[in-house]
């Protein structure tokens, strides 16, 4: 599975960015997603999760009411949309599916569990 992310950029603390994953494989519907972000000298975090089939998500509680994951199955895409951006949002955000179609990603999957994209920088800051 490969994975590309998109929509990164800068914008004032407050604002608002969609992110956009886009996977390759034909049984995309099968796997469930996640994004995650490593600021600079920090290790990378888990952000929110999605079921494969769209039906249920999780989400870390840094960003639970500010940040919605959803997915287009018929768009081989997931998309991460980030309101009321602070400055300790900045980081390299990326996307990641499960390596086993049906498992759920979650804050304990093991990253060695994970096909993951290329990151994409977001900038919170005036």
């Known amino acids: 599975v490969q994975l590309q992310a998109s929509g990164g950029g800068v914008v004032q603390p407050g604002g608002s960015l969609r992110l956009s994953c886009a996977a390759s494989t034909r049984t995309f519907s099968s796997y469930s997603l996640g994004w995650f972000r490593q600021a600079p000298g920090k290790e990378r975090d888990f952000l929110a999760a999605i079921s494969w089939r769209g039906d249920s998500s999780n989400y870390a509680d840094s960003v639970k009411g500010r940040f919605t994951i959803s997915r287009d199955n018929a768009r081989n895409t997931v998309y991460l949309q980030m309101n009321s951006l602070k400055p300790e949002d900045t980081a390299v955000y990326f996307c990641?599916?499960?390596?086993?179609?049906?498992?759920?990603?979650?804050?304990?999957?093991?990253?060695?569990?994970?096909?993951w994209g290329q990151g994409t920088q977001v900038t919170v800051s005036s």
């Open positions: 990641a599916a499960h390596i086993i179609p049906g498992t759920r990603v979650s804050a304990t999957t093991r990253y060695a569990d994970l096909y």
